[in-house]
């Protein structure tokens, strides 16, 4: 397998708005990022991802771009931004940017002009249709509204947006806005970017003709449609393909068959993806699903093309709380989810905060989220009669907010975030889950987390060993071996309250292990019958 940087690479998300603040606004910006590049450097990641701080009127949070050259008010400046990425780069480590052109912001001077008469030149730049019987083209759903469609009354079409009302789809059949887009990526790359993680890239391309879906509520016709490969080609071959770069595509309702087709190394399209077969589609922890997925995509790309761990991001609630236990086993559970993430094939990713095992949250009302989808949702369940409280309290689970408050830095006010108002609220954990906790304690996740990437660095095994599953059928050990010439690792985690067995297989039986890592304080060497206790998690080196 061909070796590469980015391949060896641990990325660290900087969701900025709830990273640092430090103008008290409360906001969190790029200048708090800068101050605290040493946290992130010490830690031993080698990327940063940063959420979009472009010009906006942050209806989503940055997803809706009004300027795509320009920096947001909150964020900073060009200038400081121009100062983060040298001082990412003076500290060996790099910086991949967030490109969002499915949409743009419905103020981005482009859809201005579009929408403001039906022969102006950008009319063709975002998707108008006629409407059909008085009503919306089709019965597509959007992410975040019952319709796809907006109706605008100067022009009497409607407009498709996949997102909200506020995020108009550009018309990527039209060739003037491929170009514009990749002269705006080759602005940002000039300046010395390292790449870029691409926001629902899978979205680009239509369905010809605009048919009804047979199933509306099953968004999946939104993505992976004919022409999305063209597109992609194009932008490598144009853009892409001329820089040192690492890219990362958000696809969703992508298979590992589809999924190839993304970042096959012989295609000349992206690099790596995101799918979104456990953040989407696997609510609550289930093994026996996240076994097979594992198994699947694994048997799909290995070889061929790589592919990206994560379990939480901006959009999905934080791990521990999602896929372990937040409570009496926090610590416990958030090292292992870590070292799943981490000895899994393909790059893993690290959300802030999660390195210290942060939760999510349940704020008693709906006037304490931000959340566009989880309060556009909200609004449409209350609107269909349905009871405000019921709707409510089953948005909170998944409400993206879970991930967004802020990083908890110390016990003081606000957690250390702000001096001024936090845009949304702290969670109230931080006096026992903060950053300088953390640090002083040896065996918080923290410092488990630099053993895990220390780990890596050392045991290419852990990049480009291969995968078996040696646990299927258990119902809560997860266990498999990653192998790459005479190293073989044995990782075993216990995805349980309770004390679980796991027999090691005979081949092992004979051979000497060394325990390399452990998340409880004392744990057995290598022995037939590993008695695991709850959430534990062991990774064993065989030579
Ligand atoms: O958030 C989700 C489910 O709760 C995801 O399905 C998410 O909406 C989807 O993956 C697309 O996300 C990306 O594009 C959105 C933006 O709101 C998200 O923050 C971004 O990550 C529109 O740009």
Redesign the pocket.
């Given at each position: 397998m061909k070796k590469t940087w980015w391949k060896e690479a641990v990325v660290y998300q900087v969701y900025w708005r709830s990273f640092y603040d430090t103008d008290g606004d409360g906001y969190g910006d790029l200048q708090g990022v800068i101050e605290k590049l040493d946290y992130i450097k010490n830690l031993g990641v080698d990327v940063i991802w940063l959420?979009?701080c472009y010009e906006s009127p942050d209806k989503?949070?940055?997803?809706?771009i009004s300027d795509y050259y320009g920096v947001m008010e909150k964020a900073g400046t060009i200038d400081t931004w121009e100062t983060l990425l040298k001082e990412v780069h003076s500290r060996g480590m790099k910086l991949i940017m967030?490109l969002?052109v499915?949409?743009t912001s419905e103020l981005h001077p482009w859809f201005i002009e579009s929408r403001s008469s039906r022969d102006n030149p950008k009319r063709d730049w975002y998707i108008w249709k006629d409407p059909v019987d008085g009503k919306e083209p089709n019965n597509w759903r959007s992410?975040?509204t019952p319709s796809v469609w907006e109706y605008d009354e100067v022009t009497k079409q409607y407009y498709m947006h996949?997102?909200?009302i506020e995020?108009p789809d550009l018309n990527w059949e039209n060739a003037e806005v491929r170009e514009e887009i990749y002269k705006m990526m080759k602005f940002w790359l000039d300046k010395g970017i390292d790449g870029f993680r691409m926001?629902?890239i899978n979205l680009l391309a239509k369905i010809k003709g605009f048919p009804n879906a047979e199933n509306p509520s099953d968004i999946s016709y939104l993505g992976n449609n004919p022409g999305i490969h063209d597109y992609l080609q194009e932008m490598n071959e144009k853009v892409l393909r001329h820089y040192d770069i690492f890219t990362v595509g958000?696809i969703?309702f992508v298979t590992p068959k589809d999924g190839l087709l993304y970042v096959g190394e012989n295609r000349h399209e992206l690099h790596t993806l995101?799918h979104?077969q456990v953040?989407?589609d696997m609510p609550s922890w289930d093994i026996k699903r996240y076994k097979q997925i594992q198994k699947t995509w694994y048997e799909g790309m290995w070889g061929k093309g790589w592919n990206s761990q994560f379990l939480n991001?901006?959009?999905?609630t934080r791990q521990v709380t999602r896929y372990g236990n937040d409570k009496q086993y926090r610590v416990e559970s958030a090292k292992l989810l870590g070292t799943m993430v981490h000895t899994l094939p393909g790059m893993p990713y690290i959300f802030q905060g999660e390195e210290i095992g942060m939760t999510g949250v349940r704020f008693p009302s709906i006037d304490d989220y931000h959340d566009?989808?989880m309060k556009n949702k909200y609004r449409e369940e209350v609107q269909k009669g349905r009871d405000p409280q019921a709707v409510f309290e089953s948005l909170l689970p998944?409400s993206?907010d879970n991930s967004r408050t802020p990083v908890q830095w110390d016990d003081t006010e606000n957690a250390g975030f702000t001096s001024g108002t936090p845009w949304i609220k702290v969670n109230p954990n931080y006096k026992e889950i903060n950053v300088e906790a953390a640090l002083k304690d040896p065996n918080s996740v923290y410092y488990y987390y630099k053993k895990l990437i220390a780990l890596r660095k050392k045991n290419p095994v852990m990049i480009y060993g291969d995968y078996h599953d040696i646990s299927e059928g258990h119902e809560y050990i997860y266990a498999y071996t990653r192998r790459l010439n005479q190293d073989t690792l044995l990782i075993v985690l216990n995805h349980s309250d309770e004390e679980n067995t796991f027999e090691i297989p005979e081949s092992f039986k004979q051979q000497k292990g060394e325990l390399l890592l452990c998340n409880y304080e004392e744990c057995e060497e290598l022995s037939t019958s590993l008695i695991l206790r709850p959430h534990e998690a062991r990774i064993y080196s065989f030579v």
């Open positions: 959420n979009p989503d949070n940055g997803y809706d967030d969002v499915n949409h992410y975040f996949s997102f909200a995020q926001d629902v958000e969703p995101f979104f953040a989407d991001n901006h959009d999905h566009i989808a998944l993206r």
